[in-house]
């Protein structure tokens, strides 16, 4: 489905789970687009755990079909993220999160950071903590303003950032924070060792951050 903004489009599909909380999620993606095996499966596992799911594309991949994002878009795409959010708020009752891997990840905890209101809680797969190979270049200056509960999730061979360069930046934010490690994983995450797994696994880390009665049943 398509949702119109003004100048922004919302270009997304809506998961409504079977027995739903109210809560719902923004799932956003990498480089890619909101069809990506990863958005799916995790857009599959928490509508099964009875969190709607607002699966999307950012502006800049709706512009373009191929290709990275340019520095360029990144007020754009902040605004693509508020309006999902917009649309989120728009249709269901409950507590609203958002989630992102690298790029949109690290839009979306930047647009939070400043407008902690918008959110309860972020979810962020593989944050681009620096370019690869580039450690000093950290994408951090935002995160002592983040006063927003964050759950990372991260490859232990991400080459964005180790988990131990991960777990020292995470410090910085002035709020709860969780890091859940992926094993053997890279940037990507999904690998073909843990793919059937992966997903839900992510579902139950969230559950357990955010709906704690929901992770202990």
């Not at 290709?67 to 959010?85: M, V, Y």
């Not at 580039?134 to 990372?152: E, I, K, S, V, Y």
């Amino acid at each position: 489905m398509g949702e119109h903004f003004g100048e922004v489009s919302v270009c997304s599909f809506v998961y409504r789970a079977a027995a739903p909380s109210g809560d719902a999620l923004a799932l956003i993606h990498a480089n890619e687009n909101y069809n990506t095996p990863l958005l799916v499966a995790l857009a599959e596992a928490f509508a099964a755990s009875g969190l709607n799911v607002l699966r999307c594309d950012l502006p800049f991949r709706q512009l373009h079909p191929h290709g990275p994002p340019s520095p360029a878009s990144t007020t754009r795409d902040q605004d693509g993220i508020l309006k999902a959010l917009t649309l989120i708020r728009q249709r269901f009752s409950g507590r609203v999160f958002v989630a992102g891997q690298s790029y949109s990840g690290r839009q979306a905890s930047i647009l939070v950071a400043s407008e902690p209101e918008l959110v309860e809680g972020l979810l962020l797969f593989s944050y681009p903590l620096h370019p690869p190979g580039r450690p000093a270049q950290l994408r951090t200056t935002h995160f002592p303003n983040l006063r927003t509960p964050t759950l990372f999730i991260s490859g232990t061979k991400d080459a964005f950032g180790s988990v131990e360069e991960l777990e020292s930046a995470i410090k910085q934010i002035p709020a709860s924070t969780r890091l859940a490690q992926v094993e053997g994983a890279g940037h990507g995450l999904l690998t073909k060792t843990n793919r059937d797994k992966l997903p839900k696994a992510i579902s139950e880390a969230f559950d357990g951050m955010y709906r704690p009665a929901r992770g202990a049943s």
